[in-house]
């Protein structure tokens, strides 16, 4: 249970010594209480009050973790019911099921494909988790599967079959990995915590009502399994966010530890395609850890990458490039000297716009913490004195002859500042709109 602040000071020396830079030990009790500060701050705390500390502050998710060959996908450590409310931490690992039995060369194409999908987001590249790969009652074909796999992939594995013995085949074949087990039920729970202890991987808990969840995470736990996954196996599109939804908030609300793991999702049971996509968005939405489709193809794969990108960004920190000099279309030293912000979607807009112009350019992208030009301009972010720090820093005067500069227009009053700033250069005033750049940059430079 998270303790308040004033339990978290009864346990604290209480010596304003203030070597963890605060003024008071209940100034510093107050932020591990709203968990903004770590308790290594203090370096008085006493073991005892540190165990009982270290237990309140863990995050009421549990982080699961699958490992394979130098891989990760690492999910849950959420602590919050809405984005808003300070972020989500973890993306749904997105995976896609291939089923023993299937042909190996068709397995292996597919992991192949899979594996070099990736797609670049504003600067970001990404791409999918990894496979599931179902057993269908014979363990050779479930290796020859798993193997397949492994021929063209090493990105993690969740292993499903409810036969230990079958999982056990499975696991020996990806021995030294951390796949997720899947899964324990009621019947099988103790041969698959023995081999998930064995294999030190995380095991997936099969029940189709929230009460029987908690129970068996009770019993998985007792015998040793701390990494669980939690599927409450809901039978319709109704049932899985409703059940998400509660696992979820009696998990971060009333602080359920027998709920506290994330949730495996099937949206590949759907009979269709459509039905898929929208279950896979729903649970990525509300609330899966990891999402298992039926069907790879990147129309379905970009927009569900893209929205699980977008409800996992820090909603307080904009998404940025880095700030410098960017080339394009192999600008010389005549060319002309662009600048804009490095808010992300502002520094691709300019960037795609100069480029599909064919016109060559150099592109300064000022460091504004991540705004947009008029933002980070009313913000007090882009100013002028900014812009000619990013031309000293970069050494930008070194790589033209020509030294034109051409400002935003949303930012055209810091022209008179900069020609202070930058005596030996001219100042233009560029269009206000990206899309109008290409015809700036022919009928005006
Ligand atoms: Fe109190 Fe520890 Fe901070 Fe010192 S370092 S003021 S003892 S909380």
Partial sequence: MALSGIQIYKLLPQTNCKECGFPTCLAFAMKLAAKQVELDLCPYVEAEAKAQLAESAAPPMRLVTLKANGNEVAVGNETVLFRHEKRFVNLPGLFVRVKAGTAAGDISTLAGEIEKYTVDYVGMELGLDGFAVEANGDSAAFVGAIEAVRSASHKPLVLISTDPAIMAEGLRAVDGEAPLIYGANADNWEAMADLAKQHKAPLAIIASTIGELADLTEKVKGAGVDDLVLDPSPPDMTSALALNTQIWRLALKQNERSLGYPVIAFPGNASDVATETVLATQAIAKYAGFVVLDTFAPELAYPLLVLRQNIYTDPQKPIQV??????????????????????????????????????????????????????????????????????????????????????????????????????????????????DIPGFMKDVL
Avoid: C
């Avoid at 004195?385 to 990013?390: H, L, N, P, V, W």
């Avoid at 055209?412 to 709109?433: C, H, I, K, N």
């Fill in 322 to 435: 880095q700030p410098g000099i960017y080339e394009i279309n192999d600008p010389g030293p005549e060319d002309p000297v662009l600048v804009t912000t490095n808010f992300s979607i502002t520094y691709f807009s300019v960037a795609n716009e100069v480029d599909g112009s064919g016109l060559p350019a150099w592109l300064l992208v000022a460091d504004a913490e991540g705004m947009s030009v008029l933002t980070a301009w009313a913000a007090g972010k882009f100013d002028a004195e900014r812009i000619a720090k990013g031309v000293k820093e970069y050494d930008v005067a070194s790589k033209v002859t020509n030294k034109t500069i051409v400002l935003p227009g949303h930012v055209a009053v810091l022209s008179g500042e900069l020609e202070e700033e930058l005596p030996d250069w001219t100042v233009r005033v560029g269009p206000r709109e990206a899309v």
